[in-house]
T-cell receptor
Framework: AQSVTQPDIHITVSEGASLELRCNYS??????LFWYVQSPGQGLQLLLK??????LVQGIKGFEAEFKRSQSSFNLRKPSVHWSDAAEYFC?????????????FGTGTRLTIIP | NAGVTQTPKFQVLKTGQSMTLQCAQD?????MSWYRQDPGMGLRLIHY???????DQGEVPNGYNVSRSTTEDFPLRLLSAAPSQTSVYFC????????????FGPGTRLLVL
Protein backbone atom coordinates (compact mmCIF):
# COMPACT_ATOMS: atom_id res chain seq x y z
CA ALA A 1 0.00 0.00 0.00
CA GLN A 2 1.15 3.50 -0.68
CA SER A 3 2.15 5.86 2.11
CA VAL A 4 3.23 9.45 2.46
CA THR A 5 5.51 10.95 5.08
CA GLN A 6 5.77 14.62 5.91
CA PRO A 7 8.55 14.70 8.50
CA ASP A 8 8.00 18.28 9.61
CA ILE A 9 4.91 18.84 11.73
CA HIS A 10 5.42 22.59 12.08
CA ILE A 11 7.72 25.03 10.32
CA THR A 12 8.23 28.71 11.08
CA VAL A 13 9.81 31.04 8.55
CA SER A 14 10.22 34.78 8.25
CA GLU A 15 8.26 36.68 5.66
CA GLY A 16 10.37 36.97 2.53
CA ALA A 17 12.46 33.93 3.33
CA SER A 18 12.57 30.83 1.18
CA LEU A 19 10.56 27.72 2.03
CA GLU A 20 10.93 24.01 1.48
CA LEU A 21 8.40 21.49 2.76
CA ARG A 22 9.44 17.86 2.63
CA CYS A 23 7.41 14.93 1.35
CA ASN A 24 8.48 11.33 0.93
CA TYR A 25 6.30 8.62 -0.54
CA SER A 26 6.27 4.88 -0.71
CA UNK A 27 4.66 3.32 -3.73
CA UNK A 28 5.58 0.45 -5.97
CA UNK A 29 4.72 2.05 -9.29
CA UNK A 30 4.89 5.49 -10.78
CA UNK A 31 2.97 7.69 -8.39
CA UNK A 32 0.67 10.58 -9.01
CA LEU A 33 1.69 13.27 -6.52
CA PHE A 34 -0.15 16.30 -5.22
CA TRP A 35 0.29 19.19 -2.86
CA TYR A 36 -2.79 20.72 -1.25
CA VAL A 37 -3.07 23.75 1.03
CA GLN A 38 -5.65 24.26 3.74
CA SER A 39 -6.25 27.64 5.33
CA PRO A 40 -7.79 27.65 8.82
CA GLY A 41 -11.40 26.51 8.75
CA GLN A 42 -11.33 25.97 5.00
CA GLY A 43 -11.32 23.06 2.60
CA LEU A 44 -8.36 21.88 0.58
CA GLN A 45 -7.06 23.73 -2.45
CA LEU A 46 -4.78 22.08 -4.99
CA LEU A 47 -1.40 23.81 -5.31
CA LEU A 48 0.18 21.58 -7.92
CA LYS A 49 0.36 18.03 -9.22
CA UNK A 50 2.79 15.66 -10.89
CA UNK A 51 1.79 12.85 -13.21
CA UNK A 52 4.75 12.41 -15.53
CA UNK A 53 7.24 14.31 -17.65
CA UNK A 54 9.17 17.29 -16.39
CA UNK A 55 10.12 16.59 -12.79
CA LEU A 56 9.87 20.26 -11.78
CA VAL A 57 6.26 21.36 -11.67
CA GLN A 58 4.91 24.83 -11.20
CA GLY A 59 1.79 25.56 -9.23
CA ILE A 60 -0.36 28.40 -8.08
CA LYS A 61 0.71 31.16 -5.70
CA GLY A 62 4.36 30.90 -6.76
CA PHE A 63 4.90 27.37 -5.48
CA GLU A 64 6.88 24.67 -7.23
CA ALA A 65 7.76 21.07 -6.45
CA GLU A 66 10.38 18.67 -7.71
CA PHE A 67 9.86 14.95 -8.16
CA LYS A 68 12.96 12.92 -7.37
CA ARG A 69 12.40 9.25 -8.04
CA SER A 70 15.77 8.21 -6.60
CA GLN A 71 14.88 9.80 -3.27
CA SER A 72 11.14 9.04 -3.38
CA SER A 73 10.54 12.68 -2.66
CA PHE A 74 8.27 15.47 -3.85
CA ASN A 75 9.33 18.56 -1.93
CA LEU A 76 7.44 21.82 -2.15
CA ARG A 77 9.34 25.08 -2.49
CA LYS A 78 8.72 28.78 -2.65
CA PRO A 79 11.51 31.36 -3.06
CA SER A 80 9.90 34.07 -0.93
CA VAL A 81 6.96 33.48 1.40
CA HIS A 82 4.20 35.93 2.14
CA TRP A 83 2.17 36.22 5.34
CA SER A 84 -0.82 34.85 3.43
CA ASP A 85 1.03 31.56 2.94
CA ALA A 86 0.46 30.65 6.57
CA ALA A 87 -1.63 27.47 6.38
CA GLU A 88 -1.38 23.71 6.58
CA TYR A 89 0.11 21.87 3.65
CA PHE A 90 -0.62 18.30 2.68
CA CYS A 91 1.24 16.04 0.31
CA UNK A 92 -0.76 13.20 -1.26
CA UNK A 93 -0.17 10.24 -3.55
CA UNK A 94 -2.70 8.67 -5.88
CA UNK A 95 -2.87 5.30 -7.57
CA UNK A 96 -1.56 5.40 -11.09
CA UNK A 97 -4.55 3.65 -12.66
CA UNK A 98 -6.47 6.89 -12.75
CA UNK A 99 -4.88 8.63 -9.82
CA UNK A 100 -7.94 10.42 -8.69
CA UNK A 101 -10.40 8.25 -6.85
CA UNK A 102 -8.20 7.25 -3.93
CA UNK A 103 -5.66 9.56 -2.39
CA UNK A 104 -3.33 8.82 0.51
CA PHE A 105 -2.38 11.93 2.45
CA GLY A 106 0.53 12.79 4.63
CA THR A 107 -0.11 14.11 8.13
CA GLY A 108 0.47 17.70 7.08
CA THR A 109 2.93 20.48 7.82
CA ARG A 110 1.71 23.61 9.52
CA LEU A 111 3.45 26.73 8.27
CA THR A 112 3.76 29.83 10.44
CA ILE A 113 5.05 33.09 9.02
CA ILE A 114 6.70 35.65 11.28
CA PRO A 115 7.12 39.32 10.29
CA ASN B 1 -21.09 25.86 -10.85
CA ALA B 2 -21.30 25.53 -7.09
CA GLY B 3 -18.65 22.81 -7.14
CA VAL B 4 -18.75 20.42 -4.18
CA THR B 5 -21.20 21.37 -1.45
CA GLN B 6 -21.57 19.84 1.99
CA THR B 7 -24.27 20.17 4.62
CA PRO B 8 -24.39 20.78 7.49
CA LYS B 9 -21.31 22.86 8.24
CA PHE B 10 -21.36 21.92 11.89
CA GLN B 11 -23.25 19.30 13.89
CA VAL B 12 -23.35 18.14 17.48
CA LEU B 13 -24.60 14.62 18.19
CA LYS B 14 -25.05 12.50 21.25
CA THR B 15 -23.54 9.03 21.39
CA GLY B 16 -25.83 6.56 19.67
CA GLN B 17 -27.63 9.08 17.49
CA SER B 18 -27.71 8.70 13.75
CA MET B 19 -27.27 11.28 11.06
CA THR B 20 -26.45 11.77 7.40
CA LEU B 21 -23.80 14.10 6.07
CA GLN B 22 -24.79 15.38 2.68
CA CYS B 23 -22.47 15.88 -0.27
CA ALA B 24 -23.42 17.07 -3.73
CA GLN B 25 -21.51 18.13 -6.82
CA ASP B 26 -22.73 19.78 -10.00
CA UNK B 27 -19.72 19.02 -12.19
CA UNK B 28 -20.97 15.64 -13.43
CA UNK B 29 -18.00 13.93 -11.82
CA UNK B 30 -18.03 10.16 -11.75
CA UNK B 31 -15.77 9.76 -8.73
CA MET B 32 -16.74 10.87 -5.24
CA SER B 33 -15.01 10.24 -1.93
CA TRP B 34 -15.37 10.86 1.78
CA TYR B 35 -12.40 11.65 4.02
CA ARG B 36 -12.10 12.41 7.69
CA GLN B 37 -9.47 14.76 9.06
CA ASP B 38 -8.12 14.36 12.57
CA PRO B 39 -5.30 16.34 14.21
CA GLY B 40 -1.89 14.89 13.43
CA MET B 41 -3.34 12.25 11.10
CA GLY B 42 -3.99 14.09 7.87
CA LEU B 43 -6.96 12.99 5.80
CA ARG B 44 -8.02 9.36 5.71
CA LEU B 45 -10.31 7.85 3.11
CA ILE B 46 -13.58 6.47 4.48
CA HIS B 47 -15.53 5.36 1.38
CA TYR B 48 -15.43 6.16 -2.27
CA UNK B 49 -17.56 5.68 -5.36
CA UNK B 50 -16.54 5.37 -9.00
CA UNK B 51 -20.06 5.89 -10.29
CA UNK B 52 -23.75 5.67 -9.49
CA UNK B 53 -24.54 2.38 -7.80
CA UNK B 54 -20.88 1.55 -7.09
CA UNK B 55 -19.18 2.13 -3.75
CA ASP B 56 -16.14 0.71 -2.01
CA GLN B 57 -14.40 0.95 1.32
CA GLY B 58 -11.41 3.10 2.03
CA GLU B 59 -8.94 3.05 4.87
CA VAL B 60 -11.35 3.69 7.79
CA PRO B 61 -14.86 2.52 6.80
CA ASN B 62 -16.10 1.11 10.11
CA GLY B 63 -19.13 2.91 11.52
CA TYR B 64 -20.03 4.56 8.22
CA ASN B 65 -22.35 3.66 5.37
CA VAL B 66 -22.64 5.19 1.93
CA SER B 67 -24.76 4.84 -1.16
CA ARG B 68 -24.67 6.45 -4.57
CA SER B 69 -28.07 6.51 -6.22
CA THR B 70 -27.29 9.49 -8.45
CA THR B 71 -24.15 10.95 -9.99
CA GLU B 72 -24.61 14.18 -8.05
CA ASP B 73 -25.07 12.96 -4.48
CA PHE B 74 -22.95 10.87 -2.15
CA PRO B 75 -24.33 10.91 1.42
CA LEU B 76 -22.38 9.54 4.37
CA ARG B 77 -24.41 7.88 7.12
CA LEU B 78 -23.49 7.40 10.74
CA LEU B 79 -25.88 4.79 12.10
CA SER B 80 -24.84 5.03 15.76
CA ALA B 81 -22.46 7.88 16.44
CA ALA B 82 -19.49 7.39 18.75
CA PRO B 83 -17.12 9.97 20.26
CA SER B 84 -14.34 8.50 18.10
CA GLN B 85 -16.21 9.85 15.09
CA THR B 86 -15.68 13.42 16.21
CA SER B 87 -13.81 14.84 13.24
CA VAL B 88 -13.96 17.09 10.24
CA TYR B 89 -15.41 15.35 7.21
CA PHE B 90 -14.54 16.28 3.65
CA CYS B 91 -16.23 15.18 0.48
CA UNK B 92 -14.34 15.24 -2.81
CA UNK B 93 -15.11 14.57 -6.44
CA UNK B 94 -13.24 14.13 -9.69
CA UNK B 95 -13.76 13.02 -13.26
CA UNK B 96 -13.06 9.52 -14.50
CA UNK B 97 -10.57 10.87 -16.99
CA UNK B 98 -7.05 9.92 -16.15
CA UNK B 99 -4.81 12.48 -14.51
CA UNK B 100 -7.57 14.60 -13.13
CA UNK B 101 -7.59 15.95 -9.62
CA UNK B 102 -9.99 15.84 -6.73
CA UNK B 103 -12.03 18.87 -5.78
CA PHE B 104 -12.88 19.19 -2.12
CA GLY B 105 -15.94 20.53 -0.38
CA PRO B 106 -15.71 22.97 2.55
CA GLY B 107 -16.10 20.26 5.18
CA THR B 108 -18.51 19.31 7.96
CA ARG B 109 -17.32 19.59 11.53
CA LEU B 110 -18.91 16.87 13.69
CA LEU B 111 -18.80 16.69 17.47
CA VAL B 112 -20.08 13.54 19.17
CA LEU B 113 -20.68 13.87 22.90
Amino acid sequence: AQSVTQPDIHITVSEGASLELRCNYSYGATPYLFWYVQSPGQGLQLLLKYFSGDTLVQGIKGFEAEFKRSQSSFNLRKPSVHWSDAAEYFCAVGLSNFGNEKLTFGTGTRLTIIP
Amino acid sequence: NAGVTQTPKFQVLKTGQSMTLQCAQDMNHEYMSWYRQDPGMGLRLIHYSVGAGITDQGEVPNGYNVSRSTTEDFPLRLLSAAPSQTSVYFCASSTRTSRQTQYFGPGTRLLVL
